[in-house]
C-alpha cells in the first residue's frame, strides 16, 4: 500500500500527461482473495475504486478524477501465468501478465497471441480487456474481445465471479464475460483471464508502399485483400505528415504510406512470391509510387517500428488532440477529405497527423498546434475541434472512438452521439452491479441530465 505522495504520483498520471488527481493510496494486491477484501472494505466506507493496469491508455480511463475519494488498486503485482494448453489452444493469465509477456510465453509452446500494438510491453492483460484494446492484426484476429474464452472478476460487492472456462462453446444463459469486456473497470475488477491462441506463423512478408492519398490506399488494401483473404494480417495507413514523427526516416519519400504484411502458418506457402506480385501490378497501375519488400527480420522490425514509433513521436514534438475515428471502408476516402477542408477553411496553421488501421477503418486524426507552439495554443479551440471531426464520422455511419475507448475524454462525445436508449441501458447495468458507484466512477458513462 503506497501513501506517500511521491510513490504515488507514478500511478496518478495517464499516459499523455493530461491529468493528475491525487489517489488517497495505491494498493497492490497478490491474489484475488486481497483485491476482494479491499473491494469490500471500500464499499463499507464509501471508497471510489480505480482499476489500472499498465496505465498505457489514452483516455485517461485508468487514473482518478477530480474531487472524489478513490484507491488505485494496481493490478501489477498479479502477473503469474496460470496455465498453458497447447492442445487446447488456450492460455490462462492473471491480469497483471503484460500482453508482451502473453505472446512471448505463447511463441515458446509455438503458438501466436495475435493482439500486438506499441504499448505492448508495459499493458497489462486486464486493462487490455477492460478496454478492448485491438492493434495492427485487429484485420484477421479480431479485438481483444474475441480472444477472451473466460474471465475471473471480483465484482463491487467484493464477491469473486470464477468464469475462467476454456470453452469454445457454452450456451448456457447469458455470456457474462462479455459484460466486463471493454467495460474500462466500471462494472467489475478483472483479476485473470483464459485467451484463446493461434497456429503460429511461420511465414511472412512485409512491405512498406508509397501511395498518393487514402484513395489509392484503399484501392491498394482491396486488391491485397482480394489475392490473399485473412492472409492479409496487416495493413497500416500512414500519412506523409505522420512518417515525418517515426523514429527514423523511410526509405523512400512519399505523401503517404501503406504498411502491409501477408502472413501464413505454413512455412513453405510463397507469401512473398504473392506479396511481389501484388506490389508489381500496383506498381504498373499506378495505385503505388514506391515498394519496399523487408529482406530479413530486422528489416521487418525496423519497417513495423515506422508505424508504431509515429505516436510517440508526436508526444515527444509537442503532443496532439487525439481523436480515434471509425468509419465504414469505402466512406474512409471522403471523410479524411471533409477533415482536411475543414481544418484548410477553419484551423489552417494547425497540423493534421493522421494515421491507422485502414482494413477496419480506424483511423487516428490528430491535430497538432502550430509549428513552433504548444499545445496549449489550441485550448480554446479544442472542444470545437473534436466535436467537428466526431461528428463527420458519426455523420457517414462511423464512431468517435473505435480502439481507445471512453474514460474522462470522451464523456462529451458519449453524450452528443450516444441515443438515449443506449445511454439508459447502460446506466441500468451500471445501477445493477455497482449500485453505490464505486468502481471508476467519472469514466465511460456520463451522468445523467437532469
Known amino acids: 500500500m503506497l501513501t506517500e505522495s511521491a510513490d504515488r504520483a507514478a500511478y496518478e498520471a495517464d499516459w499523455r500527461k493530461l491529468y493528475a488527481n491525487p489517489a488517497l493510496a495505491v494498493a497492490l494486491p497478490h491474489t484475488p482473495a486481497q483485491v476482494s477484501a479491499l473491494v469490500r472494505l471500500c464499499a463499507a466506507h464509501g471508497i471510489a475504486i480505480v482499476p489500472q493496469g499498465g496505465n498505457t491508455g489514452l483516455v485517461a480511463g485508468g487514473v482518478p478524477v477530480a474531487g472524489t475519494p478513490q484507491l488505485i488498486l494496481s493490478l501489477a503485482r498479479m502477473n503469474r501465468i496460470l496455465a498453458l494448453d497447447p492442445q487446447g489452444d488456450t492460455i490462462t493469465v492473471q491480469a497483471g501478465v503484460t500482453l508482451q509477456a502473453v505472446q512471448e510465453a505463447a511463441a515458446a509452446a509455438d503458438k501466436l497471441f495475435p493482439v500486438s500494438f506499441g504499448a505492448e510491453g508495459t ?54 464475460k462479455q459484460i466486463f469486456i471493454g467495460a474500462e473497470g466500471t462494472l467489475g475488477v478483472i483479476t485473470a ?77 510463397g507469401v ?74 477553419k484551423y489552417p496553421t494547425t497540423r493534421l497527423n493522421i494515421f491507422g488501421h485502414i482494413g477496419d477503418g480506424n483511423l487516428h486524426v490528430n491535430v497538432r498546434p502550430p509549428a513552433g507552439k504548444t499545445l496549449a495554443a489550441l485550448a480554446a479551440q479544442k472542444s470545437a475541434i473534436t466535436q467537428a471531426i466526431e461528428s463527420l464520422a458519426v455523420a457517414r455511419g462511423g464512431s468517435f472512438s473505435a480502439e481507445h475507448g471512453i474514460g474522462q475524454i470522451r464523456l462529451p462525445g458519449m453524450s452528443a452521439h450516444k441515443s438515449t436508449v443506449e445511454l439508459d441501458l447502460m446506466r441500468a447495468i451500471k445501477t445493477a452491479l455497482d449500485p453505490q458507484n464505486l468502481l471508476n466512477p467519472g469514466k465511460m458513462i456520463p451522468p445523467k441530465e437532469s
Open 193 to 269: 483471464a483464459c485467451l484463446k491462441l493461434s497456429p503460429s506463423l511461420n511465414a511472412r512478408a512485409t512491405a512498406l508502399i508509397g501511395v498518393c492519398g487514402p484513395e489509392a490506399a484503399l484501392t491498394l488494401f482491396q486488391s491485397l485483400r482480394a489475392q490473399s483473404g485473412s492472409g492479409l494480417t496487416l495493413c497500416e495507413y500512414i500519412s506523409g505528415p505522420a512518417m515525418a514523427l517515426a523514429n527514423a526516416p523511410p526509405p523512400f519519400a512519399a505523401p503517404a504510406y501503406v504498411l502491409a504484411e501477408l502472413s501464413a502458418h505454413d512455412a513453405t506457402a
Open 272 to 345: 512473398t512470391t504473392a506479396l511481389e506480385s501484388a506490389l508489381a501490378a500496383a506498381l504498373d497501375s499506378g495505385t503505388a509510387t514506391h515498394a519496399v519488400l523487408a529482406q530479413s527480420h530486422r528489416e521487418r522490425t525496423a519497417l513495423i517500428a515506422l508505424r508504431e514509433s509515429v505516436p510517440e513521436g508526436e508526444l515527444a514534438t509537442g503532443g496532439a488532440i487525439k481523436h480515434d475515428i471509425a468509419v465504414p471502408l469505402a466512406a474512409i476516402p471522403a471523410t479524411l477529405a471533409a477533415i482536411e477542408a475543414l481544418f484548410a477553411e
Open 123 to 176: 499493458a497489462q492483460i486486464g486493462g487490455v480487456i477492460s478496454t478492448n484494446a485491438g492493434g495492427v492484426q485487429v484485420l484477421s484476429y479480431g479485438t481483444l474481445r474475441a480472444q477472451v474464452l473466460g474471465l475471473e472478476v471480483v465484482l463491487a460487492d467484493g464477491r469473486i465471479w470464477d468464469g475462467l472456462r476454456a470453452l469454445r462453446k457454452d450456451n448456457t444463459g447469458l455470456d457474462l
